[in-house]
């Protein structure tokens, strides 16, 4: 054999070794690109696929907690709350205190009419994270779970606090104006339901309900 083709055959296959490396390493981003993406389509509103994709995700590494959240949202979404409840249950397995998932069982249990399940869920998101990304929602669920159950000064406090986090929101200033009415502030109720009106004076509930107490206030 030539001595010198001896020599240069392992530098040549070094070469071919290192192009492979480079190509599979350019190609890469290109098939994580191809990989579906639960989230994207949950945001896309295509809420049937993210499910589809989730179940993959889920069936592939079942401590996906990431998938188990999406999941959920995509569920809820689609009005499946049976389905939503049992994932969000297996995600707490894999993480008890994420809050994604406690606020989800919250909703779940406020949508299905389970008050006292709803309560446990949302006051354990307020004691978790007082100052969670979420707990404005968290207040306002609160809130309407605490008017069901016909107590209508927690469900002030709890409102209050939805609305000094989020101002703008006149359908939770109308919320507000209304459970302060059950509670007898009628003050309170006025002021509430005037500040609905300024933020949206096509609110067919906040007119009905500020002339209501006005009403109410001119008789006494």
Known sequence: MNRFAFMCR???NNRVLALCVFLLLSLAPLFAQTRPDALQAFRDGDFLRSVEICRA???ENP???ES???ICWSLMSLGRHDEARAYANAGRNINRYDLRLIL???EVNFFQGRNAEALQYLQLYINLAPEGPRVDRVYYLLGEVHMRMGRFRHADIALTTAVHRVPGNAAWWTRLAYARENAGN???AVA???RAIALNSQLGDAQRGL???RQTLSRL
Request: net charge negative; proline share 4%.
């Open 211 to 213: 002339e209501r107490v």
């Open 57 to 59: 995700e889920i069936a």
């Open 63 to 65: 401590r996906n907690l």
């Open 186 to 188: 009628l003050t309170g």
């Open 104 to 106: 989800i069982l919250g």
């Open 68 to 70: 188990h959240v999406v």
């Open 10 to 12: 392992p530098a040549a």
């Open 192 to 194: 509430a339901y005037e």
